[in-house]
């Protein structure tokens, strides 16, 4: 046909400006301005949960610390081992922080006051010298906190991230809670506050693990209390909706003293080291955790075995 010397072969190239290019997967970093990229979150995950943490509240200068040495103290000089968990190194701060609890209760001084906005972690394995199978070891993580930090929350304020981040954890937590002889009537305000925020996070106070601690009870004139009404009555008396918190959700209550302590050259220091509490605060602890008294004396057929072994 004569049409067909008219025809010419298909082609793919086209006379334009824009010539088509072959597919390609490089793409321009250009940012639409109606696209709004999203960030990663930042986790607060708490690392390594498996443990029993203790994490003390009180104002500063409320004997946290003290109370805090003086019972590990007890645990690794009288009770058992405690010792370092594997796995969980604690970090340096930690490490100083023991050091100086175990070196310096012996010479009768004090331990120092808390960093702000630091949560220090010490992860520690306790192993009880009784001899008995239901009293087991236990991981301990005992968190010490900055008592000006505990202001924080002070009419709805909340607390800093570092502190948050254990709260707000699913983590089996014991809470003990510190005022001082002298200064219990200014906290009872700010542990009612603090429990409220307990509340608010959840924690059901019918059931959690919490007991109240009334340090430097020695300024009262005496290492002891005469009677549980004693320290009852000086519960109700100075801290009344905190007494009130105590009886409604049938949570624990004691007195802590560490000792004769004087101030001789304008620093408190202590003459006589008395572990009397800390034994009483540490088989709470112990027993609150694991259900079994430190002491506890064993089955029969153990008690059998132990009458023969010794």
Do not use: C
Request: hydrophobic fraction near 35%; charge should be negative; glycine fraction near 6%.
């Amino acid at each position: 046909m004569e049409n067909n010397e008219n025809l010419k072969p298909l082609s793919f190239e086209i006379e334009t400006e824009e010539t088509l290019k072959p597919l390609s997967f490089e793409f321009k970093n250009e940012i639409k301005e109606d696209f709004v990229p999203i960030a990663k979150t930042i986790s607060n995950d708490i690392k390594n949960k498996d443990s029993n943490f203790v994490f003390f509240f009180g104002t500063a200068e409320s004997g946290k610390s003290v109370i805090l040495s003086s019972m590990l103290y007890y645990l690794r000089s009288y009770a058992g081992v405690l010792r370092p968990k594997l796995g969980t190194p604690n970090s340096k701060e930690a490490n100083v922080l023991l050091s100086d609890f175990f070196e310096n209760i012996r010479l009768g001084v004090l331990p120092n006051r808390t960093t702000r906005d630091q949560v220090t972690r010490l992860d520690q394995v306790f192993e009880p010298n009784n001899k008995s199978k239901k009293v087991v070891p236990i991981d301990l993580t005992f968190l010490e906190t900055s008592g000006e930090n505990h202001n924080d929350i002070r009419r709805g304020g909340s607390y800093h991230s570092s502190i948050e981040s254990f709260l707000n954890a699913n983590i089996p937590l014991t809470f003990i809670i510190v005022t001082s002889y002298e200064s219990a009537y200014k906290d009872d305000s700010l542990i009612n506050e603090f429990l409220d925020e307990l509340e608010r996070k959840g924690k059901n106070l019918k059931s959690v693990n919490a007991i109240l601690v009334v340090s430097k009870w020695d300024k009262s004139g005496r290492m002891d209390v005469e009677s549980a009404e004693e320290l009852d009555g000086f519960i109700s008396d100075r801290l009344p909706m905190t007494s009130q918190r105590i009886d409604t959700y049938g949570l624990s209550k004691t007195y802590y003293t560490v000792g004769s302590v004087q101030n001789a050259t304008g620093e408190e220091r202590i003459n006589l080291l008395n572990l009397s509490t800390a034994e009483v605060l540490a088989k709470w602890l112990y027993r609150s955790i694991i259900g079994y008294d430190l002491d506890y004396e064993g089955t029969f057929w153990e008690r059998l075995k132990f009458s023969f072994t010794n």
